[in-house]
T-cell receptor
Framework: NAGVTQTPKFQVLKTGQSMTLQCAQD?????MYWYRQDPGMGLRLIYY???????DKGEVPNGYNVSRLNKREFSLRLESAAPSQTSVYFC?????????????FGPGTRLTVT | QKEVEQDPGPLSVPEGAIVSLNCTYSNSAFQYFMWYRQYSRKGPELLMY????GNKEDGRFTAQVDKSSKYISLFIRDSQPSDSATYLCATLKTSYDKVIFGPGTSLSVIP
């Protein structure tokens, strides 16, 4: 039982390049989330998916898109990376949207945009 | 004003000490309060959550919420070097809302 997995672990992009961060969970959870973590800022919600087939914007969605590929997988895409998107990205899941207080996090992807 | 504030530390204590980690929040509508532990270069891990006011205990960890002063605390008894991590407090108004995280307090427990 791997929990929440993320790939890649590290990535360096040049400004303007695109990439997709992958996330998968094997806990049969309905809800999945993408956060970014910056020093002194705390975790901030980028997008979430309450259930398969739905996605909604969080606090800082600009510059990102998401796809809920199936119940297990939720990807985050940067279409044209900017230095301001240098951050650590975490995917999380919870059994349901209504149990947002019990989220399980992946190990993170460290992204640097030069 | 940030919705949830924490002293970033770092906080350094000797092994065996009682540790007190604290957060303040601004919105009296918050009802759920969580503590996450995050080891260096790892994802956050839920330690415990409480609903409304009161205390909750889990082993060496006790979470306390004082809604009258908008203050949440995490106490760690008999602290161990393995407790060295960043501790994030978090809150939400209802179980369906987005979670608001504090920036975290870095704790080092020195053997």
């Amino acid at each position: 039982n791997a929990g929440v997995t993320q790939t890649p672990k590290f990535q360096v992009l040049k400004t303007g390049q695109s990439m997709t961060l992958q996330c998968a969970q094997d806990m049969n959870h309905n809800s999945m989330y993408w956060y970014r973590q910056d020093p002194g800022m705390g975790l901030r919600l980028i997008y979430y998916s309450a259930s398969e087939g739905t996605t909604d914007k969080g606090e800082v969605p600009n510059g990102y898109n998401v796809s809920r590929l199936n119940k297990r997988e939720f990807s985050l895409r940067l279409e044209s990376a900017a230095p301001s998107q240098t951050s650590v990205y975490f995917c999380a899941s919870s059994r349901d949207r209504g149990i947002g207080y019990e989220q399980y996090f992946g190990p993170g992807t460290r992204l640097t945009v030069t | 004003q940030k919705e949830v504030e924490q002293d970033p530390g770092p906080l350094s204590v000797p092994e065996g000490a009682i540790v007190s980690l604290n957060c303040t929040y601004s919105n009296s509508a918050f009802q759920y309060f969580m503590w996450y532990r995050q080891y260096s270069r790892k994802g956050p891990e839920l330690l415990m959550y409480t609903y409304s006011s009161g205390n909750k205990e889990d082993g060496r960890f006790t979470a306390q919420v004082d809604k009258s002063s908008k203050y949440i605390s995490l106490f760690i008894r008999d602290s161990q070097p393995s407790d060295s991590a960043t501790y994030l407090c978090a809150t939400l108004k209802t179980s369906y809302d987005k979670v608001i995280f504090g920036p975290g307090t870095s704790l080092s427990v020195i053997p």
